[in-house]
Nanobody, 128 residues
């Protein structure tokens, strides 16, 4: 059974940057599509970005395009989310998870697929 541990959240001023990390254990995440998701209080969880196996084709939600970048370091079994130009509306708990059906598949990942191995999340607060 795999799992993820997210880290790197915190309090950031609007316009600031932060990098979140998502480290997998119990399985090799490089073979799967991995997604970052977020959930703000009182709102539904939404996909932020995902990355596929191999060359790492990435997909970013409209809210993240041009500001957030997902990447992976396979040697560290870790996926990152670099967030720039942060806004108060980015405040949420951020989670990562794996699409176990997207195995060694180089086609673009989708964030509306079933994902597994959800971590506990890391809190991001964007406020002055």
């Amino acid at each position: 059974q795999g799992q993820f541990v997210e880290s790197g959240g915190g309090l950031v001023q609007p316009g600031g940057s932060l990098r979140l990390s998502c480290t997998a254990s119990g399985f090799n995440s490089k073979y799967y599509a991995i997604g970052w998701f977020r959930q703000a209080p009182g709102k539904e969880r939404e996909g932020v970005a995902c990355i596929t196996y191999g060359d790492g084709v990435t997909v970013h939600a409209d809210s993240a395009k041009g500001r957030f970048t997902i990447s992976r370091d396979s040697a560290k079994n870790t996926v990152y989310l670099q967030m720039n130009s942060l806004k108060p509306e980015d405040t949420a708990t951020y989670y990562c998870a794996a699409d176990l059906t997207h195995f060694m598949n180089r086609t673009p990942c989708r964030m509306n697929r079933p994902y597994d191995y959800w971590g506990q999340g890391t809190q991001l607060t964007v406020s002055s």
